[in-house]
């Protein structure tokens, strides 16, 4: 797909998944557990041939390419594993008692419904595990949302491929037409974003973008819940005991971490805060010329962070440390908050910055500067106790993920996961993109009081025909209901 979908095109795709949303939202959770199960088996049998498409379109190596296709396989299947186990509808009954106080209590059942057609701005920088067939999309199949994808530039021949396996797939197993649609555009993703048909969208990318589209979502005549993944620093907070402990190993992880997959992540750590007198200068130096030469994703990308990179060494109080394949710059707490806008302003691409702290007082000063993020970590030794219980509430306020003594990059794909974080690292932080509980995004819930037992869906029926997990009268169960 390398032009722009026509208008006529656009109201295709819109119609189809209009179209299959009353039976897709309706299909019984195994019978669309066999659907995405279709499409991940599709995806990995066709993985020879979108590899090297997805190689040509984004410089990125094989391996990382191949392990991106089975993460986003695994996510699928995950994803069908859960909706036949029954967690992924949160099913609660609360059967009828004439003697509840203070006043009787009707039958009360509720499940999560799907909100109908989602749309999904694919990212560049996972060119499958963030893209046509990403997080995004699994959990709104998941969730019962038919999906219409609005594919990336960066790897337009990738994105049209991939949507033709899943759409392939989707068919072949008996899934609606219009289950599943790609569309290229900016213009066309901001006038599908705009259509009444679309009930809620996800995005991956810059903040401007984001905020931008946000807009657009939440001023409809019908506004609706817009999921933007926009942007994120994510701190890393090192303190003097652990760097007496193995700061070597802290320098080696830090630019291991920000370097990794040429800083194009977004949860590479873009700071690492030393306490003063660190002594970890060549270490961090021997690490930083360690690392090999290697391709952005595309020229936009490059030029937006060479761009980047010549603003911050720009920055007064801000010198360069090390440089080469990777750029390490060097500040203060002191310079950073005197000149917080210019310097906490994402780059994307292999660079980061070490700032100095004087004293326990002023790392937590510098925390107080930080908006939200999609993670921080602290890296720290069992002495670290009580200054670990006074800097976790912090970085609490500000992450969706706080790592002890790891590393940013890498987000397990299971039940725990939350990858989100307040703004701007996601419009709405009570939401996870990856994980189980994505899907909650794409859904609402719906109570039935006092139905009888023949007009509800089988998940609320008394026998449980499906044999999923609820919750009745307070416990957790698979058996049927005793009235």
Known sequence: MTQDTTPAGLEQALAAASAAAPAFGASEPSVRAGWIRAVADALDAAASELVPIAMRESSLPEARLTGEVARSTGQLRMFADVLEEGSLLDVVIDTADAQAKPVPRPDLRRVLVPLGPVLVFAASNFPFAFSVCGGDTASAL??????????????PELSA????????????AGAPDGT???IAGFDVGVTALKDPRITAAGFTGSVPAGRALHEIAVTRPEPIPFYGELGSLNPVFVTRAAVDARGKDIATGYVGSFTLGVGQFCTKPGLLFLPAGHGLQEDLAAAVG???EAQ???????DGFVSGLDRLQKVE???????????????????LLARREE????????????VEYDGVDELKTALDAFDGNLTATLHAEDSDAELARDLLPLLTARAGRVLWNGWPTGVAVSWAQHHGGPFPSTVGSIHTSVGVTAARRFQRPVAYQDAPDAVLPDVLKDANPAGISRRVN?????????R
């Open 142 to 155: 998941a969730a019962g949302c038919p999906v219409i994808v609005k594919a990336h530039p960066g790897h």
């Open 290 to 292: 360690g690392v090999a």
């Open 317 to 335: 109080g801000v010198r360069v440390w090390s440089s080469g394949a990777a750029t390490l710059l060097q500040t203060t707490v002191r310079e």
């Open 296 to 302: 952005m994703l595309n020229d936009r990308i490059r």
């Open 343 to 354: 310097i906490l302003e994402e780059c994307f691409g292999p660079v980061s910055i070490v």
């Open 474 to 482: 307070g416990t957790v169960t698979t058996a049927e209901v005793t």
């Open 161 to 172: 491929r991939t949507a033709e396996v899943m759409i392939e797939a989707l068919r072949a």
């Open 180 to 182: 599943f649609g790609l």
